[in-house]
């Protein structure tokens, strides 16, 4: 697979920046050839399925593995070589690891005092880090009497109260449910900005990336696929999997018209001549194309696509309908509630050309 520039330029180099970095487990390669940049103080989040090569970057940065080749760079000093604990970086795992017999203070003091700190700051910094995740009244308890929210703030205040210069997250709120990761995402954005900490988050949750992250790089196959802010990689998707991988997506193939990278292209299709921007270079004038489209995107209308009502399904904010054309192919939209037609009753689709992306036909 081939990695498409990003259309967002790169942070300036020299805060935490990947060079050509690949780790291969016998001939197997779990992170192929990565270059980027990151700059102080933001949220990066890797995202991708499990297997891609997403945590054993972070692996890579954390010292837990070494690289096969190329160099990891932190402010400028090589990390080959530098053993984990003299890193200036820490990790949190998903399972938290925390210790069982420990209290919630002993368990954020752990770290602390494995660098011979003086008690008394050991104490202060581990009772800023207690108000800081808003567990000072719970410094005595034990993980066992806590929530899982509560287990979660834990790792979180142990993992920052080494004061690190990048906090590394692999998939710190997995073990959360719906409602508690979602609001856990909020509190964990908002610690950020107040810590201005930068942090690498691995999570394969693509609704996650998008709350937390800065900026996102996905993944896939050991190699990153495309890396850009969400708004960009959501709406200007590189490839066919990043569009299936960050929400729901239409996609319909064509011949590709006259234009380029930036371009409004006509793209003939079996519905009649379609219109949308090529944001990263589809191809040559003639070429197989591919239109991708998000639902919200497509609109019920009184002309343009025609296709049959399949049903509407009512979501509360919004209802989604999904339209069959003529040779089978579904298409789904979605519009406001309503009163709308009636499902089995003949419907137009239409779409502004602003509102669709051109991509390679054979993009992976």
Do not use: W
Not at 71 to 100: E, K, W
């Amino acid at each position: 697979m081939t990695t498409p520039a990003s259309s967002t330029p790169s942070p300036a180099p020299g805060h935490l920046r990947f060079a050509a970095v690949s780790k291969r487990f016998g001939s197997h390669p779990a992170v192929d050839s990565v270059d980027l940049d990151l700059a102080p103080g933001q949220v990066f989040c890797l995202l991708g399925p499990s297997g891609c090569g997403k945590s054993t970057l972070l692996r890579l940065v954390a010292g837990f593995e070494e690289p096969s080749a190329g160099t990891i760079l932190l402010d400028g000093q090589d990390l080959a070589g530098v053993p984990p604990h003299r890193r200036p970086v820490n990790m949190m795992f998903q399972s938290y690891a925390l210790f069982p017999h420990k209290d919630v203070a002993g368990n954020v003091a752990y770290g602390l005092e494995r660098e011979a700190l003086g008690k008394a700051e050991v104490a202060a910094r581990v009772a800023e880090m207690l108000r800081l995740v808003q567990l000072d009244a719970l410094g005595h308890r034990r993980p066992d009497q806590l929530s899982g929210g509560q287990r979660q703030r834990v790792a979180l205040a142990r993992a920052l109260a080494k004061r690190p210069r990048v906090l590394l997250l692999d998939e710190p709120l997995g073990a959360l449910d719906r409602a508690l990761r979602e609001e856990t995402q909020a509190e964990l954005r908002a610690l950020q900005r107040r810590l201005g900490t930068t942090f690498v988050v691995v999570t394969h949750d693509p609704a996650e990336a998008m709350v937390l992250a800065d900026r996102i790089g996905v993944m896939a196959a050991g190699r990153l696929v495309q890396v850009g802010p969400a708004a960009e990689l959501y709406e200007r998707p590189a490839t066919r999997y990043v569009a299936g991988l960050l929400g729901d997506v239409n996609l319909i193939e064509g011949r590709l018209g006259e234009g380029g990278a930036g371009a409004v292209r006509d793209l003939d299709t079996p519905y009649g001549r379609l219109r949308a921007v090529d944001h990263h270079g589809a191809g040559p004038a003639g070429a197989p194309g591919l239109l991708t489209l998000r639902p919200e995107r497509l609109r019920l209308a009184e002309e343009g696509l025609a296709g049959t009502l399949l049903d509407a399904t009512y979501l509360g904010e919004k209802i989604l309908y999904r339209v069959g054309l003529a040779d089978g192919r579904v298409l789904r939209a979605s519009g406001p509630p309503g009163a709308g037609p009636a499902v089995g009753a003949p419907v137009h689709l239409a779409f502004a050309p602003d509102d669709a992306s051109l991509l390679p036909a054979d993009s992976a």
